[in-house]
T-cell receptor, first 117, second 111 residues
Framework: GAGVSQTPSNKVTEKGKYVELRCDPI?????LYWYRQSLGQGPEFLIY????????DSGLPNDRFFAVRPEGSVSTLKIQRTERGDSAVYLC???????????????FGDGTRLSIL | QKEVEQDPGPLSVPEGAIVSLNCTYS??????FMWYRQYSRKGPELLMY????GNKEDGRFTAQVDKSSKYISLFIRDSQPSDSATYLC???????????FGQGTELSVKP
């Protein structure tokens, strides 16, 4: 497809379980971003990749959260020992590249709605 | 103080009205300013972005930046029911393209 694809679109799981959320960016986009959006709030930055490496993971809330992008394309956000407070929409975005000024438009997927029971 | 602040609304207007959406920001080093539109259960989509101060117009939409007061605005002329969505202002941090978003303003345009 032409846009950013995220799977699954919805995920319901029990507290304490492990979840993986997948993001397939726009073809050719080297920068990939993960955000989390709680109800009634704007998206909050989690982590971003330039190529295969995590260039900035300062937004990850704690060590239960981890993300990878092994081949510089698809990325997976992993959450261990999920807690009810992790319930949110997890958004992925990609951009063609990144420069220091940060003016490359980011294109978002529709997100994964994660509910922890 | 949050880096970007936005009145969450909700804002309800009749069709055809002029809508004004506003954000303030705290860091005078910000250079780029973006507006995203987010429909229910969808991801944000980039509406407009501007660099530094001044106005930028695109059809019925005008983005305005006043760096002296650290104030950014989005105006929608001749608003339509299809404009009903949440509007998010955002600024990219210079060090890494991560975006800092406002809380979002929920807009409803009534026919």
């Amino acid at each position: 497809g032409a846009g950013v694809s995220q799977t699954p679109s919805n995920k319901v799981t029990e507290k304490g379980k492990y979840v993986e959320l997948r993001c397939d960016p726009i073809s050719g986009h080297t920068a990939l971003y993960w955000y989390r959006q709680s109800l009634g709030q704007g998206p909050e930055f989690l982590i971003y990749f330039q190529g295969t490496g995590a260039a900035d993971d300062s937004g990850l809330p704690n060590d239960r959260f981890f993300a990878v992008r092994p081949e510089g394309s698809v990325s997976t956000l992993k959450i261990q020992r999920t807690e009810r407070g992790d319930s949110a929409v997890y958004l992925c975005a990609s951009s063609l590249t990144w420069d220091r000024v940060g003016n490359q438009p980011q294109h978002f997927g529709d997100g994964t709605r994660l509910s922890i029971l | 103080q949050k880096e970007v602040e936005q009145d969450p609304g909700p804002l309800s207007v009749p069709e055809g009205a002029i809508v004004s959406l506003n954000c303030t920001y705290s860091n005078s080093a910000f250079q780029y300013f973006m507006w995203y539109r987010q429909y229910s259960r969808k991801g944000p989509e980039l509406l407009m972005y501007t660099y530094s101060s001044g106005n930028k117009e695109d059809g019925r939409f005008t983005a305005q930046v006043d760096k002296s007061s650290k104030y950014i605005s989005l105006f929608i002329r001749d608003s339509q029911p299809s404009d009903s969505a949440t509007y998010l202002c955002a600024v990219p941090l210079n060090q890494g393209g991560k975006l800092i978003f406002g809380q979002g303003t929920e807009l409803s345009v009534k026919p």
